[in-house]
């Protein structure tokens, strides 16, 4: 029952580096997403996904790229580091194509910094 | 634009009961989502509302007022693993989450 798996937890990066977060799910969910959270904000969809080969922006997508290649993956590459872009990243999946009462499921986030 | 308003921190006893609100003002509605979340943690589904109403699971309870924009969150018999934030979520009628910066309660003893 490993659910909604994020590598790495921590990652600390240099303005202009890149780098992919992993998502992976384990429940054949077709509706997979991408958030970031920073204090005294809600959560902020960055790109999601209905399905394999389909993926789309959400608020925040700048300086993200996404793919979808299969169910069960779903990564998230930060094209060149910025200090706004130091935040904690959750990864979530959802039954279907989210947009009935099925809830999502999160990963335990990525806590990145930029220096 | 599109906004979610929750208060920010609560603090409540032991034992007690507890309200926390939610007001919303969105593009739509397709249902509203309670989750709570761990300092530290990811978020955990609590409930969803989509009609009027009450609806209760156990020791939590989540209310909702479509024509005033507004639910609730009640949580009884409190116990101290239930400090943590609770965050409510709109979704519009793009089938989008809006997320509130979600309350932060406290339980003293």
């Known amino acids: 029952n490993a659910g909604v798996t994020q590598t790495p937890k921590f990652q600390v990066l240099k303005t202009g580096q890149s780098m992919t977060l992993q998502c992976a799910q384990d429940m054949n969910h077709e509706y997979m997403s991408w958030y970031r959270q920073d204090p005294g904000m809600g959560l902020r969809l960055i790109h999601y996904s209905v399905g394999a080969g389909i993926t789309d922006q959400g608020e925040v997508p700048n300086g993200y790229n996404v793919s979808r290649s299969t169910t069960e993956d779903f990564p998230l590459r930060l094209l060149s580091a910025a200090p706004s872009q130091t935040s904690v990243y959750f990864c979530?999946?959802?039954?279907?194509?989210?947009?009935?009462?099925?809830?999502?499921?999160f990963g335990d986030g990525t806590r990145l910094s930029i220096l | 634009g599109q906004n979610i308003d929750q208060p920010t921190e609560m603090t409540a006893t032991e034992g007690a009961i507890v309200q926390i609100n939610c007001t919303y003002q969105?593009?739509?509605?397709?249902?509203l989502f309670w989750y709570q979340q761990h300092a530290g943690e990811a978020p955990t589904f609590l409930s969803y509302?989509?009609l009027d109403g009450l609806e209760e699971k156990g020791r939590f309870s989540s209310f909702l007022s479509r024509s005033k924009g507004y639910s609730y969150l009640l949580l009884k018999e409190l116990q101290m693993k239930d400090s943590a934030s609770y965050l409510c979520?709109?979704?519009?009628?793009?089938?989008?989450?809006?997320w509130g910066a979600g309350t932060k309660l406290i339980i003293k003893p």
């Open positions: 969105t593009s739509g509605f397709n249902g």
């Open positions: 979530a999946s959802s039954e279907q194509d989210g947009t009935g009462d099925q809830p999502q499921h």
């Open positions: 979520a709109v979704r519009d009628s793009n089938y989008q989450l809006i």
């Open positions: 509302n989509v």
